[in-house]
Every structure is written in C-alpha cells, then in structure tokens.
C-alpha cells in the first residue's frame, strides 16, 4: 500500500512517515506545493494524506486537479483550519477524510486503514486478528467462529485496537476516537476504563487469549499471545 | 446635570448678582446726586433770600412757610449746615424725608437765620422707580439669556447631540464611527474628526486582535500536532516503565493545550463571523443526536433524561446551534451527580435546560466569562459557557442562568 505524504512540517511529515511505514505502508514525502502536484499527477496512490497550507499553493487545488485526473486513491485532508467551509468545501472536492490538527497518529492510521478498506473491497472485507473476525460494515465480530455481541462503543473500540495492534494506544487518543468532541469529559477516561473491561471480559469467555492488556499509565495494548 | 441646566444656572447666579449689586449701586447713586441737586437748589435760595432780604428787610415777615424759615437773631450761632430731617405731614399722615439747610447771615447789622426745606419725596419716588425698572429690564435679560441657551441647544448645540447619539449606540468591533453632524463650527468638526480617527484606530485594532487570537491558534495547530506525533512514536519506543508514565503526562498537558487552543479558535470564530447563513433545523433531533453521542455518560451516573422528543424547527445557524447545545447539554453531563436528573422544555419562545450539580452556583455574569470556573482544580479550561454565550449572542437568543427549584437552570429566550 502507497501513501503519499503531502505536509510542509518536516517533523511532522517524518512522524507521520514513521509512524505508517511501520505499520507496512510504503510512504512517500512532499513537502510544498510542486512537488506534491509532481507526485499526485505522475504516480498512483492508495492514499493522499493532504495538507491544506502548503508553500506555493492551496492543496485544495491539488485536490480538484487529482480528482479530475480520475485518480482512484483515497485522500485525506489533513489540516490547521478547523473551518468549516474549508471541510465542507474539501469534502465537496472529493476528499474521502478531514482531519484536524493535532491528531493522534493511531487516529490517522486508523482513518487510513477505514478508507483503504472502503475503497478496495468495497466494505466486503472481513478483518482478521487472531481468531477475532469483525465485519466493519455490518458490525458483526465473531470469536472462534462463535458470533458475539457488542455494543458500539466496544466494537469501535475493537476495531481501533486491530488497526493499531501492537502499538501503545493512549487512553486519551482512545477517548479522542470514541468520544469526539466529548473526550474532554472529566470521566472519559473512566469510561473507557470501564467500557475495555467490558470488552475484555466479552472477548476471553470466547477465546483462550487475553489481547488487551494495560501499559501501566498510559493506556493500551492489543497484542498476539 | 444637563448642559443647559447647569448654563442656565450659571445665568441665574450672574444677573442675581449683577441685580442685587446694580440696585443697591443704583440706589446709593441716585440719592447721591439727588441730594447733592437738591443742596445746590437750597444754597441758590438762599443766595436769592439774602439778596432779597438785602433790598427790603420787610421781606422776612411776608416769608415763613413749612419749607423756608426766616427770623432775626441776635448772633451767628453756626456756620452752614445741611441736615436730613423728617416733618410730619398731616396731609400725607406720614414723617417725610427733608433736607434742610440752615445759615445765619448779617444783614445791613442784623443778624438773620436762614432755614430752608425740599423734601426729598418726590426724588425717593424717582429712586423706587428706576431701581424698579432696573430690576425689570435685569429680569427681562435673564429670561432672555434661558431662551437663546434654550435655543442655543436646539440649534448650535445640535451635531453635539447628534454625535453624542451615535456615540451612545456605538459598539467596539462595529463600522466605523461616522456621524455627519453637518456643523460648520469648527470645534464639533475637530471633535468629529477626533471621534472618527479613535473609532477607527479602534475598529482596526479590535479586528487585528480578532486576527490575531485566530492566526496564533492556527499557528499552534501544527506544532500541537507534531509534539502529539511525537508522543504516539514515542509510546511505541519506550520500554521503562516510569518513562511510559511520564509520557503519558505530557501527553495529558499537549491534550489541555489542544483543548483549550481549540476553544479559543472556536470563540475566535465566532466573534469573526465565520458562521453565516441560517437554515431550517428540528432541534429536538439536534438535542437526541447529541443526547446519543453523550448516551455513555449519561448511562455511567445513571442520569434520567425528562425531553418531550416532539418536532420543533426552527431558523437559525446550523453548526452554531450545535456547537451550542453540545457545549450546553455536555456541561449539563459533565457537572451532574450521580442519579441525578436533566430536563429540557421546548416551550414556543423559550427552552430550559435544567440539570442537578455537583458545583456550587456561580454568579451567572462571571459564568459566562472567559476563564470562569466553579472549581479551579478543574482541568477544563472554563471555556464552555462563554462559547455559549457568545453563540447565543450571535444567534439573537438571551441566555440566562439561575437556580430553579434547587436546579442549575440554562434559559434560552428567542
């Protein structure tokens, strides 16, 4: 999977670089303007991660020149400007994703995983962890072949933890993915204590594995035995 | 105190003064010369009477009246003497003012005393006259003086109240001030020009904060998101335990920043009219979504929600109602007690919210300020109610905060 990386911050590109390459994605770098409308024009990509700010011009331009070009790779706008218009107006463009800065790179990554799914398998795709199997699109998990139920905050907490398995989650990009606007609550962190202890509890009657264990003050982790 | 007030009452105090003065310097003045007339009149009498005493010495006893007295003495007793004296009149029934002049003279060796009367009565009556007609023409001046002030004020003083008007209505962040007065006084042009220059210099400044305040928090957008990178990259690296946690409190820190950044960019743009436009919205589907959003919250304190979920629209700003009841109904949430209770009226001109609380009540004009808190151990940068209030201010609707029935009450008036 190719990700261009289209971010005028070098630390910040490089993180996020970083971050996605070793989840397996092949990444590559644009820095301004040029470079990026070089790179969207010439090569294929699964995603775009989009900058709106660049030197030399607005990405939102960029944007309407790939969609033009009938590209097929998702785009994710990755910005500053938490306006409104700019989202609507990005959104309108044809961009799959807006994300506001700052982000958690767990976000991002799971955003980009959500929009690779959707685009390639047409939401068909079943995703796999062990001996977890969840069906994104009708929300279905099965364990060991016996389907279980959750309630959405623990599905989508399930599936936050597979598409950032084996990677530290702190608890506040947890309560960012699960609550918005609402993880400033002064008991999110509770609640999302309580809320993996439920699914914890749900996924081991089923499975012989314990997956989700706790970094001790910092938040999560789904690892293989 | 009014301006014409206040001058007029600098008139009253100068044509008293100039009255009181005046009359008491006019009266003295007249009685001065008046006198001195009537001492003139009697020394020319006398000058007459010793002449015609001269020519014919019978003269003295055909001559005695209550205003002249002539009779022979033996010697000069005194020199000249004038005297004011009162007589009684019987045909007046009244003592009357006199000035007598009284001289001996020798004449052909005969020693004869001189006495002669005017009576001042009629001159008094001069007196009392004029001091009168002083005072009417002073009284006549002062009512004079109140109607050209009064005109004055309507007339000259006009652009004044005019400017002064649009002073009064003249809010920071407006248009520039301009009243065109339409005065060719050249003092209330300068003021004018003044008020214009100061509006101006105050528009420009308060839309370069407003800038400001929205440039600086979308500047800190990009270094927030790369120390938060950082932190996730960091996470995966870092093995020791003690160094898990100490990440994990720089990762609380970025995210009260970010949070607080946030609120200040959301105020920001509000107060920069970043959202226009108005369209038809269901409330009560407004208030489920985020009642649903909220839905884990609210089952953890066990909240009872009382919402009649009936149809209600109405005009206003889409993203800024929203951005108003999910900052409303969240802090409804956020400062519940356990068990406790929300409830929230859809009535045709206004809707209450009202919620139990853990947080003592705060003065509802500090509430809505920024940076107020009940409790300053709360890590929550205090910024939700003055959004509030200022999206309120923006969609025209008027906010109020009380304690109802022992309840925390939010009232939003149309």
């Known amino acids: 999977m190719k990700i261009l990386i289209v971010e005028d911050e070098r630390s910040l590109r490089e993180a996020i670089g970083n971050f996605l390459s070793s989840e397996g994605y092949r990444c590559e770098m644009a820095e301004n303007f040029e470079i990026a409308s070089e790179k969207m024009s010439l090569y294929e990509y ?17 944007l309407d020149a790939y969609k033009k070009d009938e590209k097929k790779g998702g785009v994710i706008i990755i910005s500053a400007r938490d306006s409104l218009d700019d989202k609507v107006s990005g959104l309108e463009l044809g961009a799959d994703d807006y994300l506001t800065k700052p982000f958690h790179l767990h976000e991002l990554s799971a955003r980009i995983s959500s929009l690779i799914r959707r685009l390639n398998f047409q939401g068909n795709r079943v995703i796999k962890f062990e001996d977890i199997e969840i ?56 609640f999302i204590y309580s809320q993996i202890k439920n699914l914890r509890k749900k996924l081991n009657e089923h499975s012989s594995n314990d997956y989700i264990h706790a970094v001790y003050g910092v938040g999560y982790r789904l690892s293989r035995k | 105190m009014k301006l014409l007030t206040k001058t007029n009452q600098y008139a009253f105090l100068m044509v008293a003064s100039v009255l009181l003065v005046g009359a008491v310097f006019l009266h003295f003045t007249l009685q001065y010369v008046i006198s001195k007339e009537v001492s003139e009149i009697l020394e020319t009498e006398l000058e007459e009477f010793t002449h015609a005493v001269g020519q014919d010495p019978e003269f003295v006893r055909t001559q005695s009246t209550a205003e002249l007295e002539i009779s022979i003495v033996s010697k000069i007793h005194s020199p000249d003497a004038f005297r004011d004296t009162l007589i009684y009149s019987a045909y007046e029934e009244e003592f009357i003012p006199y000035i007598q002049l009284t001289a001996y003279r020798k004449i052909n060796d005969q020693y004869f005393r001189f006495t002669f009367r005017e009576s001042l009565i009629e001159s008094n009556d001069i007196v009392a006259v004029l001091v009168g007609v002083f005072i009417v023409i002073c009284l006549l001046l002062f009512i004079g003086i109140i109607m050209l002030n009064k005109y004055l004020s309507g007339h000259l003083w006009k652009p004044f109240y005019i400017m002064l008007d649009k002073l009064k209505v003249y809010e920071m962040g407006d248009q520039i001030y301009a009243a065109n007065s339409g005065s060719d006084i050249e003092e209330f042009n300068t003021l004018q020009g003044a008020l214009e220059g100061l509006s101006r210099k105050i528009h420009s400044d308060y839309n370069n904060l407003k800038e400001f305040t929205e440039n600086a928090s979308h500047e800190l957008q990009t270094p927030l998101a790369i120390i938060k990178s950082e932190i996730d990259l960091l996470l995966q690296d870092s093995h020791l335990p003690d160094h898990l946690q100490r990440l994990g409190i720089i990762e609380e820190t970025v995210n009260r920043v970010a949070a607080t950044n946030k609120a200040l960019l959301t105020l ?47 005009l206003k700003n889409a993203p800024l109602l929203r951005i108003l009841f999910q900052n409303v109904l969240s802090n409804a949430v956020k400062h519940n007690v356990q068990q406790g209770v929300i409830i929230i009226r859809l009535e045709p001109n206004n809707i209450v919210i009202k919620n139990s609380s853990s947080e003592v009540f705060i003065d509802p004009d500090l509430a809505f300020q920024r940076f107020a808190k009940a409790n300053p151990a709360s890590p929550s940068p205090g910024l939700g109610l003055a959004i509030a209030s200022k999206i309120a201010e923006k969609l025209e609707l008027r906010l109020d905060y009380q304690i109802q029935e022992g309840l925390h009450a939010l009232t939003l008036t149309f």
């Open chain 1, 135 to 190: 069906k994104p699109d009708s929300r279905e998990v099965s364990i060991a072949e016996t389907s279980i139920h959750l309630t959405r905050t623990e599905f989508e907490l399930l599936l936050f933890f597979v598409q950032n398995q084996s990677r530290v989650i702190s608890k506040s990009a947890i309560a960012e993915h699960i609550y918005g606007d609402n993880s400033d609550m002064a008991d999110s962190y509770d």
């Open chain 1, 46 to 62: 699964d995603c775009v991660l989009l900058d709106i700010t660049l030197p030399g011009g607005n990405g939102l331009k960029l």
């Open chain 2, 268 to 314: 920001s743009k509000i107060e920069n009219d970043q959202f226009r436009g108005k369209s038809t919205i269901d409330l009560s589907a407004l208030i489920t979504d985020i009642l649903e959003q909220l839905s884990d919250f609210i089952g953890a304190k066990e909240l009872t929600i009382q919402f009649a979920n009936e149809p209600y629209e109405i």
